[in-house]
């Protein structure tokens, strides 16, 4: 878990991708390496993982009109 307080420079880890946002609105996104950030003005938003998930998904059938 990432805090969304800030000192002015923030590190992006490998795998990782904040959202930024300047007077509660869509800024940029923070892409992995060192970025400096402006304290109080730019927000934290969001932090997205890039990582990949597993999901189990069940068994079909298929129904068609056609002999195939």
């Known amino acids: ?3 969304k307080t800030h000192f ?8 990782e991708v904040f959202v930024i946002e300047r007077n ?3 800024s940029k996104t923070l892409n992995p390496r ?3 950030l402006i304290p109080f003005v730019d927000e934290i938003a969001f932090v997205h993982s890039l990582g990949e ?6 068994r079909q059938h298929n129904v ?3 002999d195939f």
């Open 1 to 3: 878990m990432v805090s």
């Open 8 to 15: 002015g420079i923030k590190k992006v880890r490998e795998g």
């Open 24 to 26: 509660e609105r869509f």
């Open 34 to 36: 060192v970025h400096f």
């Open 53 to 58: 998930t597993i999901v189990k998904i069940h």
């Open 64 to 66: 068609t009109n056609g």
